[in-house]
């Protein structure tokens, strides 16, 4: 079965903090691709950052890193610097093949000045 | 670029009623997606599409068609609006290269079914 399990529906962090949010992933598929998406109040999805299956390095993008720990299934994302506007809500996401695409249920970040 | 455009913004339906969720790309993208975004439920996949004239069903697929004609386009078609098709839809398209996938949505169409 393909799942996508965010364990943290809400979480506050301090201006300028770091924070972690949660991911953890289930399929038998070889070949999968991982996302982070930001959905602002305004409703857009906006693409964050990639990891894909075989790459052996963890995904960097600006202030946004991927924690990939594939034995353990889980693709966490880290956060730097926290700003206002992070306050959002964030999907982690999963690519299967045939581009099948699996989204977590999301977490509320609250970013407090 | 435009990136990918959906209309309309807002539609409200009559229960039975049918209608076509527009939804098209510039960027030439071979993959394109359908998705319904529930409270709660996060996003979940109704159909997607690997290339013109390929079609496939998600996760949610009953109660809608989609066709691909064209790399731009990928409609998708409510056939008789019930209430539990309220929901926001988002539309989007992906590529891959050997070291990176990207996906891009478009700003949603919010549904109403009475």
């Known amino acids: 079965a393909q799942k996508i399990t965010q364990t943290q529906p809400g979480m506050f962090v301090q201006e300028k903090e770091a924070v972690t949010l949660d991911c953890t992933y289930d399929t038998s598929d070889p070949s999968y691709g991982l996302f982070w998406y930001k959905q602002p109040s305004s409703g857009e999805m906006i693409f964050l950052i990639y990891?894909?299956?075989?790459?052996?390095q963890n995904a960097t993008e600006g202030r946004y890193s991927l924690n990939f720990q594939k034995a353990r299934k889980s693709a966490n994302l880290v956060i730097s610097a926290s700003q206002l506007g992070d306050s959002a809500m964030y999907f982690c996401a999963m690519r299967v093949t045939g581009n099948q695409f699996y989204f977590g249920t999301g977490t509320s970040l609250t970013v407090i000045p | 670029n435009a990136g990918v455009t959906q209309t309309p913004k807002f539609q409200v339906l009559k229960t039975g009623q049918s209608m076509t969720l527009q939804c098209a790309q510039d960027?030439?993208?071979?993959?394109m997606s359908w998705y319904r975004q529930d409270p709660g439920m996060g996003l979940r996949l109704i159909h997607y599409s690997v290339g013109a004239g390929i079609t496939d069903q998600g996760e949610v697929p009953n109660g809608y068609n989609v066709s691909r004609s064209t790399t731009e386009d990928f409609p998708l078609r409510l056939l008789s609006a019930a209430p539990s098709q309220t929901s926001v839809y988002f539309c989007a398209s992906s590529y891959l290269t050997p070291t990176k996938e990207t996906q891009y949505f478009g700003p949603g169409t919010r549904l109403l079914v009475l």
């Open positions: 960027m030439n993208h071979e993959y």
């Open positions: 990891q894909g299956s075989y790459d052996q």
